[in-house]
Every structure is written in structure tokens, then in C-alpha cells.
């Protein structure tokens, strides 16, 4: 496992697990941080890119 990410209901974070080789975002290595969309995470050989929608049902303001 690399890392884990949080939501409490408004804002999401990342954090590393102690990986080996770390937990990158936006290409700089990571210990914890907030994510926001657009966010591009890479761990290993994999890359992910992270978008926080919204729940259906609920409406933009």
C-alpha cells in the first residue's frame, strides 16, 4: 500500500504510507496533503488523476 485518502465530507487529503518510494503529487514527493481536482498522484508505476463531483442530488451554488 502506498497511500490512503480522506474525505470528511468537504475536503480530501492524501497521505503516504511509508511507501518506498513515496507518494508523489503534481510531481513533488508527499507526506500529507489536500487534494484538489485536478490533482495528478503517482505511486509505482501508477498514475492517477483525482476529481472530487459532486453527490447526485445535490446542487451547485
Same mark, same amino acid.
Given at each position: 500500500?502506498?497511500?490512503?485518502?480522506?474525505?470528511?465530507?468537504?475536503?480530501?487529503?492524501?497521505?503516504?504510507? /511509508?511507501? #518506498?518510494?513515496?507518494? %508523489?503529487?503534481?510531481?513533488?514527493?508527499?507526506? @500529507?496533503?489536500?487534494?484538489?481536482?485536478?490533482?495528478?498522484?503517482?505511486? /509505482?508505476? #501508477?498514475?492517477?488523476? %483525482?476529481?472530487?463531483?459532486?453527490?447526485?442530488? @445535490?446542487?451547485?451554488?
Amino acid at each position: 500500500m502506498h497511500f490512503e485518502i480522506g474525505f470528511d465530507g468537504e475536503i480530501a487529503a492524501i497521505r503516504d504510507l /511509508g511507501s #518506498t518510494n513515496g507518494t %508523489f503529487v503534481d510531481d513533488m514527493r508527499i507526506t @500529507e496533503l489536500v487534494l484538489r481536482s485536478g490533482s495528478r498522484i503517482s505511486a /509505482g508505476r #501508477t498514475e492517477f488523476d %483525482f476529481e472530487l463531483l459532486a453527490m447526485a442530488g @445535490e446542487t451547485s451554488e
